[in-house]
């Protein structure tokens, strides 16, 4: 048996699975965890990848790895290898005027956003590694001037994995490098002039591997992946292909397809990132996931299975109520500062189950509203897969359809990421022309008539919202 290992460095935690790479049977697996904060040293993401290995049962009899891990955290190294400061995370919205300055200095307004979007496939926004380098350069001019190198948070587990401490052996994949702001999935090439004018200077940047080049290798002599961004790995891990539509609903919510050709939206709702096959990974990001669950089964005192009956125990539309759920600023919408807000309470809808049908169906409204950003720029929509902690819920499992208006396939419980890595790994062990087919088993489908009243409550409401923060 070949065996096979894929990481999963999350925001909240890091997964390692060991997979027979014919197959993709799981062997063995292991976790731990990361700490709180939209700011944390990369030393805490490398000892928690050695607790997920060490109870994964240890590398040593794989023969390939590879790292998937959170996009566009900026990890800055200094000319020996040293961290420079703790890594700002994707969620972390202190550059958001950074973003600002950065579509300005580029013409401002629509020209601004199109300059952008022709240059990179994507409009600035705080979650890109290129306004935390402006935000970084601004702010804190003695670490942005001991800055040697900077990378993304797979990069640099990897480069760890590596073992080599030398900056030139830093890499990268296609997916994650998209992510920066300073590298375009439509030419392959970096943009050391749009780094160089957000930073003041070019640091080195990790190379940029095909699908399956090696980026190092283990201790033990096995090859390493070139990796992936998180949700270019998802899309590995279930087996997506053009015409699929991912909605992923983890810390974050995510909404991308696969697709043949690149997109560059001046809007910036739609981010033009590339794939781990050579494809485009045109995707759509918010801010709020699986956390709007938490908050809300957190202020009514539930678990999440109780949450999940509640809201199935409301009608659709929760009489009317609706909860728009930006509880961490917004990214889709851009409005790092904008804060959720109930519409619609009234006597009868002032329920636990009201409450928890507004924060199921605000949830996914957000991300269907993601979903029509994606097909506005061409994407075709055959099926969508709904992964991520937040796909375990009941509720949104039966409410999703609802909403989409289309029907939803539900793959069985799954660490996707983590998959995505290993399906990697396993396609440069084997060596074949494409990845192995590890088509998830007992994928479930759920299908419902659309309810549009949800939608247009929803867009009511939100866009009240927006007018409000813009009008503030």
């Known amino acids: 048996m070949t065996l096979v290992a894929g990481v999963d460095s999350s925001t909240q935690s890091c997964k390692v699975v060991i997979r027979d790479a014919d197959t993709g049977k799981l062997v063995r697996e292991g976790q731990a965890a990361h700490p709180d904060g939209t700011e944390v040293h990369p030393d805490a993401w490398w000892a928690a990848l050695q607790q997920a290995v060490d109870a994964a049962g240890g590398l040593d009899d794989v023969s390939a790895a590879a790292v998937a891990g959170q996009q566009h955290g900026m990890v800055c190294l200094d000319e020996g290898g040293d961290v420079v400061r703790p890594a700002l995370l994707w969620?972390?919205?202190?550059?958001?005027?950074?973003?600002?300055?950065?579509?300005?200095?580029?013409?401002?307004?629509?020209?601004?956003?199109?300059?952008?979007?022709?240059?990179?496939?994507?409009?600035?926004?705080?979650?890109?590694?290129?306004?935390?380098?402006?935000?970084?350069?601004?702010?804190?001019?003695?670490?942005?001037?001991?800055?040697?190198?900077?990378?993304?948070?797979?990069?640099?587990?990897?480069?760890?994995?590596?073992?080599?401490?030398?900056?030139?052996?830093?890499?990268?994949?296609?997916?994650?490098?998209?992510?920066?702001?300073?590298?375009?999935?439509?030419?392959?090439?970096?943009?050391?002039?749009?780094?160089?004018?957000?930073?003041?200077?070019?640091?080195?940047?990790?190379?940029?591997?095909?699908?399956?080049?090696?980026?190092?290798?283990?201790?033990?002599?096995?090859?390493?992946?070139?990796?992936?961004?998180?949700?270019?790995?998802?899309?590995?891990?279930?087996?997506?292909?053009?015409?699929?539509?991912?909605?992923?609903?983890?810390t974050s919510g995510t909404v991308f397809s696969v697709a043949d050709t690149p997109a560059a939206d001046p809007s910036g709702t739609v981010a033009g990132f590339a794939d781990t096959t050579g494809r485009f990974l045109p995707l759509v990001a918010t801010l709020n996931a699986a956390r709007v669950l938490d908050a809300a089964a957190k202020l009514l005192g539930v678990d999440h299975e109780r949450l999940a009956e509640l809201a199935l125990s409301a009608p659709a539309g929760a009489d009317g109520l609706v909860l728009v759920p930006y509880l961490e600023g917004e990214r889709t919408p851009d409005r790092p500062t904008a804060s959720g807000s109930l519409h619609g309470l009234t006597l009868a809808s002032s329920t636990p189950a009201h409450l928890a049908r507004a924060a199921v169906e605000g949830m996914l409204c957000a991300l269907a509203d993601g979903l029509d950003a994606l097909v506005a720029q061409g994407a075709t929509v055959n099926r969508v897969i709904?992964?991520?902690?937040?796909?375990?819920?009941?509720?949104?499992?039966?409410?999703?359809?609802?909403?989409?208006?289309?029907?939803?396939?539900?793959?069985?419980?799954?660490?996707?990421?983590?998959?995505?890595?290993?399906?990697?790994?396993?396609?440069?062990?084997?060596?074949?022309?494409?990845a192995p087919d590890w088509t998830p088993a007992d994928t479930e489908e759920y299908a419902a008539d659309a309810v549009p009243s949800v939608r247009t409550r929803y867009a009511d409401a939100r866009d009240h919202v927006l007018n409000r923060v813009t009008a503030g």
């Open 91 to 250: 969620n972390d919205t202190r550059s958001a005027g950074a973003a600002a300055e950065l579509i300005d200095e580029f013409g401002g307004g629509t020209a601004g956003r199109q300059a952008w979007a022709d240059a990179v496939g994507l409009v600035p926004v705080a979650s890109f590694t290129i306004t935390k380098l402006r935000w970084l350069a601004r702010t804190e001019p003695a670490s942005a001037d001991r800055t040697a190198a900077v990378c993304l948070p797979h990069d640099w587990l990897t480069w760890r994995l590596a073992g080599t401490g030398d900056l030139a052996a830093l890499r990268t994949d296609r997916s994650d490098a998209s992510g920066t702001g300073y590298w375009s999935a439509a030419t392959g090439q970096y943009r050391p002039d749009l780094l160089e004018h957000a930073f003041g200077r070019t640091p080195l940047v990790p190379t940029v591997l095909g699908p399956t080049d090696p980026a190092g290798a283990l201790r033990s002599g096995a090859p390493l992946g070139p990796g992936a961004g998180d949700n270019a790995a998802a899309a590995l891990g279930v087996g997506a292909r053009p015409g699929d539509v991912i909605v992923s609903i983890g």
């Open 386 to 434: 709904l992964v991520g902690g937040g796909a375990r819920s009941a509720a949104v499992r039966r409410i999703a359809p609802e909403v989409f208006g289309c029907p939803v396939l539900v793959p069985p419980p799954g660490e996707y990421v983590a998959d995505g890595a290993a399906r990697q790994a396993a396609w440069l062990a084997l060596g074949t022309a494409d």
